[in-house]
């Protein structure tokens, strides 16, 4: 049994009355997210269709903010950041220029010296691109690819953590090292271990003097070994021509970068000018009215990764501009998810203005009415941002693969990082829930229990609205993805001047010795072999050096890249000759000969017919030793420009020597493949290998997969961008759906009067779609520009590249419409074929 008490309280009484405000916000609160969860459970379609397009939405957005976070965060480690600057060149030729990160290795003394604002002066000398380096500890031989060399303030300039052994003083004499901790451990099971080691190194004795932690991955450089750079670089000649070193310095404190630049020019009239004067034979004011020169300019370490896209960089580096691009794009995602809740939000505001009239006609205002339809927003979207969670960790292995990265949530659990990612939900929630709030509170009750709600024309104008802005983005994401991959296409086709395919090169041949020809011979002796040549470089490597020539008779020397090879190379690219021949053996003065490409005779100035033409060069390897005069090359053949570099760049003047002339190894041998069987022929390689080189592994890499590591930033945009535009189609298309469903419901009684009164399906399916057409077209007269812009600029950072032709936009538009269409058409078929007096019996 149940008593109740009622307490009269008269205007004359005395009894006290007191008020828990906080109890009763609290219950309201309660009461508030009760009905909100109730109101979710009840519309379990529409609360799916929403939590599934904002969750995809908020899931791209948390992956792109750890891949944004992780590629503006290198070098970060670096204690000295801000004062630590990389020295590099933009080197001037006629008619073009280059920017290289390596340079001249005494260029950084000089700075050193000139300018007491230099506090120290470090280089790194790479084996990049000379294949690995052999390492033996007693009788085990380790090959390792990431060896540099640097000098002996490499830890005073850049931030390593000590693990053995002193790393101030640890590079500071010859034969010296320092492995990373993953090497140590690797070479002598424990980093205590390492420490007064010694290894072989290329027949030659190093000692371990410390040991450091392995280097972040979120660094623009890497080594497993650091060897003192006194062990290989003599003090003198000094050298302030030919690229070798990436030099970086460390400023003082108050020092002024901007004013060390501009006093650069300097360094170069006082220590290259002369060097030029003596190597050139012309005068230093000559060599610049030629159009030559250099400008040295400083890189802020910790703009180097995402800023920086010069010549002969230690590894591969990000896009500022790419990561921008995703940003946007990450933001048009998100928006699209906001579109879908707010046009299905303020669509279906019509099934609960029932529930709005009886409310307020029970006394509900308007600010709590907007706090509950708010509070069902925001709790949506925490929801699906708990969704959005699990969906990033599932995907984040993918986004790791496809981006060779190791991304892990630990950084969305940062405090730093959760609590932003959690405001933004709330604002996200509180944006998309705003204008339905404001639609649904302000019913009038008594036009909606008589029945007599219109629906407003600025509602309407408003969805329109937001589905063109859903669909402009998905065009502008579609037209962007076909550019970026007909680019990728034009860079890795048969555009480049040669032919890639079935070319593989052989790494280290400098370890046959002074004899290559017998392994060589013994190659060609493989039927699935069809052509074999030695050689310094294949496109797509580093090792297309600076060498400079002059025409007889001429003080102007023109300096372009330089390429060492035999007999065959030709056959082995498929090179096409302009004129003349290319080295052949049945030639035996084709050790003083010399093979063109078209830019380099027309930069020489070889007018008329330019085979016979003589040539010489200031290069000392390139002439007798001892002084005596210089050695005079014939041309005997042009070849058609081809493009040994990245597209990035023009096609530089190409100079090819016969590699005898200079050496009697072969720093690796290229060879074109024939037959269908490559992998018996790559074994019965390895074996005539291990006959040559018994204690070396056989290395080798195919030209194709070079040269997509060489575009690998490309086309890791590329994938993205299909990814991207995949799934803001995909959510636009969710938000369609059930905007289209929402409509047949509220016009299932039109469609079945006009049915009866005659109406064939196909004129139905017309009456459904045809406002939709129009949305998607004007969406794509809003995006076509929009998208051409965006992706021109994409462009020019390409000096080759594609047309942006009508083509392209086309198919986006027609791939749009076709999207759209497929979208609705099973729910617009199934209204148009439904049996209409289902729809009118209630009429």
Request: include cysteine; hydrophobic fraction near 45%; charged fraction near 20%.
């Amino acid at each position: 049994m149940t008593f109740g008490y009622r307490l009269l309280v008269t205007a004359n009484s005395r009894v006290p009355i007191t008020v828990n405000r906080q109890q009763i916000t609290d219950n309201m609160f309660r009461n508030y997210l009760k009905i909100a969860w109730r109101n979710l459970l009840k519309r379990k379609g529409n609360t799916l269709i929403n939590i599934l397009g904002l969750s995809s939405g908020m899931a791209i957005c948390l992956l792109l903010l750890l891949y944004v976070k992780d590629e503006r965060s290198f070098d970060d480690f670096q204690e000295r950041k801000d004062k630590v600057f990389r020295l590099a060149l933009e080197r001037r030729y006629p008619g073009r220029s280059t920017s290289y990160s390596m340079i001249p290795q005494s260029i950084g003394e000089a700075v050193q010296i000139e300018f007491p604002e230099v506090k120290e002066c470090v280089r790194i000398f790479s084996n990049l691109g000379f294949g690995s380096t052999y390492v033996k500890v007693g009788d085990k031989v380790f090959e390792e690819k990431n060896a540099q060399f640097a000098d002996s303030g490499f830890f005073r300039v850049f931030s390593g953590m000590q693990v053995a052994g002193d790393l101030m003083t640890a590079l500071d004499k010859p034969n010296s090292m320092v492995l990373n901790e993953r090497t140590a451990v690797k070479y002598f099971g424990s980093t205590g271990a390492a420490l007064g080691k010694n290894l072989n190194i290329e027949k030659n004795l190093y000692v371990v003097t410390g040991v450091c932690k392995d280097w972040p991955p979120r660094s623009h450089f890497d080594f497993d070994l650091l060897i003192s750079s006194s062990s290989i670089i003599q003090p003198s000649p000094r050298n302030y021509i030919n690229f070798s070193a990436h030099t970086y310095l460390l400023l003082a404190d108050g020092a002024d970068p901007s004013k060390l630049e501009a006093k650069l020019p300097l360094v170069v009239e006082k220590y290259v000018s002369g060097q030029i004067e003596q190597n050139f034979g012309q005068t230093f004011e000559q060599f610049k009215k030629s159009g030559n020169g250099y400008r040295y300019f400083l890189q802020p370490l910790g703009s180097i990764h995402l800023g920086s896209d010069l010549e002969a960089e230690l590894k591969p580096n990000g896009s500022e501009r790419a990561v921008s691009m995703f940003m946007i794009i990450a933001t048009f995602i998100l928006a699209i998810a906001c579109v879908n809740f707010i046009n299905l939000s303020t669509a279906r505001s019509i099934e609960r203005a029932r529930e709005v009239g009886i409310r307020k006609t029970f006394g509900s205002l308007r600010g709590p009415l907007m706090m509950q339809f708010l509070m069902e927003s925001v709790l949506t979207c925490m929801i699906a941002l708990f969704v959005a969670l699990v969906m990033v960790q599932l995907l984040l292995p993918s986004l790791n693969a496809l981006t060779d990265k190791h991304l892990g949530m630990m950084s969305l659990v940062d405090p730093l990082v959760m609590v932003p990612v959690l405001l933004a939900a709330v604002i996200v929630g509180i944006l998309a829930g705003w204008y339905p709030a404001s639609v649904l509170s302000a019913f009038k009750p008594i036009k909606v229990l008589k029945g007599k709600l219109e629906t407003s024309g600025f509602g309407l104008s408003l969805r329109n609205a937001l589905v063109v802005f859903q669909f402009a983005i998905s065009v502008i994401l579609i037209v962007s993805t076909l550019v970026v991959h007909q680019q990728m296409e034009f860079m890795t086709g048969d555009q480049l001047g040669f032919k890639k395919d079935l070319v593989m090169d052989i790494e280290r041949t400098d370890q046959l010795g002074d004899d290559p020809e017998a392994f060589k011979a013994e190659l060609r002796k493989l039927s699935g072999v069809h052509v074999v040549s030695g050689t310094t470089a294949l496109p797509g490597s580093n090792n297309f050096f600076g060498m400079s020539f002059q025409k007889e008779g001429s003080t102007e020397a023109h300096t372009g890249r330089g390429l060492m090879a035999d007999e065959g190379y030709d056959q082995v690219l498929s090179l096409q000759m302009a004129k003349g021949r290319f080295f052949s053996k049945a030639f035996s003065t084709d050790t003083t000969s010399i093979v063109l490409n078209e830019r380099a005779v027309a930069e020489l100035g070889l007018t008329g017919d330019p085979i016979g033409a003589h040539v010489t060069s200031p290069d000392d390897f390139l002439n007798p030793p001892g002084g005596k005069a210089r050695t005079i090359y014939s041309v005997i053949g042009v070849v058609k420009d081809f493009h040994f570099q990245s597209l990035h760049e023009q096609v530089a003047p190409l100079f090819l020597v016969h590699v005898r002339k200079v050496t009697k190894t072969d720093p690796l041998i290229a060879v074109k493949l024939a037959g269908a069987d490559h992998p018996v022929t790559i074994a019965a390689m390895e074996r005539i290998w291990k006959t040559f080189v018994p204690d070396r592994p056989f290395r080798y890499a195919f030209l194709d997969q070079t040269l997509a590591e060489q575009y690998r930033k490309e086309s890791t945009t590329q994938k993205l961008f299909m990814i991207f535009s995949v799934m803001a189609i995909l959510i636009a298309c969710l938000g369609l759906l059930g905007l289209i469903a929402y409509s047949i419901q509220m016009r299932v009684r039109e469609i079945g009067i006009r049915k009866v009164l005659g109406a064939s399906v196909p004129s139905i399916l017309w009456l459904l779609g045809k406002n939709l057409l129009r949305t998607v077209l004007v969406a794509g007269l809003i995006a076509i520009p929009v998208a051409w812009w965006a992706m021109h600029r994409w462009l020019q950072g390409f000096v080759y590249r594609i047309d942006i032709g009508p083509s392209y936009f086309i198919v986006a538009l027609c791939a749009t419409i076709f999207i759209a269409c497929a979208t609705i058409s099973f729910q617009a078929i199934r209204a148009a074929i439904a049996n209409p007096t289902k729809s009118l019996r209630s009429e």
